[in-house]
């Protein structure tokens, strides 16, 4: 009987074992696929991206689609579109896009900036560079560039004029370089 209970646990521990590697290695595969899929734009959002220059810096880093990956910390399925500067993600919960500000339920804009948000995010993953100065608001949401298909929604939101900066130190993030790419 104590044979048979050692090699009982033997095999569960081995069984275990094996499911933590394979686990780790589903995950390192899946993260090596690429990033963005600009063809997954839909139509109306890619016509009104189609001259943009992806880059933006990070601590003087430029970031590509070639170097995205390191930066972001989280990513989800957006599921849920609030306005145009807060989104639901999937296993993150509330995401407030940092640096900015959209305009409100009732103000001037928010029909576009919500629906811009919409085009962009709805339905994909995001991927999300938290704050690292402060990484959430006092609601309690996390603070983030939103990346998706290789943009930085934040940025693309205040160089389309649906959002204007707003800045709240401590962030590790300035909105006022976005506007000079």
């Not at 811009?116 to 603070?143: E, Q, S, W």
């Not at 990346?147 to 204007?164: F, S, T, W």
Request: glycine share 8%; aromatic share 10%; net charge negative.
């Amino acid at each position: 009987m104590k044979e048979n209970t050692k090699r009982i646990i033997m095999i569960l521990f081995l069984v275990f074992a094996l499911l933590t590697v394979g686990g780790k290695l589903l995950t390192g595969i899946d993260q090596q696929g690429p990033l963005f899929n600009n063809d997954s734009l839909n139509s109306q959002a890619k016509s009104n991206t189609n001259n943009y220059n992806f880059s933006q810096h990070r601590n003087g880093t430029n970031i590509t689609t070639e170097n995205y990956e390191k930066y972001y910390e989280a990513k989800g399925l957006c599921n849920r579109v609030i306005d145009g500067d807060t989104i639901n993600v999937e296993g993150v919960g509330k995401v407030q896009l940092v640096g900015i500000d959209a305009p409100e339920v009732g103000q001037p804009g928010f029909d576009n900036s919500t629906q811009f948000v919409k085009d962009m995010c709805l339905g994909k993953t995001v991927y999300l560079d938290i704050d690292d100065a402060r990484n959430r608001d006092k609601y309690g949401r996390i603070l983030a560039i939103v990346y998706v298909d290789g943009y930085n929604i934040n940025e693309e939101l205040l160089k389309r004029g649906y959002a204007q900066i707003m800045h709240i130190p401590p962030s590790e993030f300035d909105p006022y370089t976005w506007l000079d790419n």
